[in-house]
């Protein structure tokens, strides 16, 4: 299940892990105008942890994830 809030400035589109247990924490993913950052609340730390992406990183994930195993360089546009 996912949902996706506009706000003001970002995009904000919240991951809930579904399914059998072990669960993991929600990832709340946050889309600026120039980086995209990754949330997830850590139990264990009681800690959020937080990634910050360019949009080109990102890209280059979202590219990543149907590719299969190698080393690959995006075209840029």
Do not use: W
Not at 2 to 17: C, K, M, P, Y
Not at 44 to 71: F, W
């Amino acid at each position: 299940m996912f949902s996706i809030e506009h706000e003001f400035d970002a995009t904000v589109v919240t991951l809930v892990d579904e399914g059998s247990a072990p669960l993991q924490e929600d990832i709340v993913v946050h889309s600026f105008e120039d980086c995209i950052t990754v949330e997830q609340y850590d139990p264990r730390t009681d800690r959020t942890n937080k990634i910050t992406l360019s949009m080109s990183q990102m890209k280059d994930l979202a590219a990543a994830i149907s590719l299969p195993e190698g080393v690959y360089s995006r075209k840029t546009d």
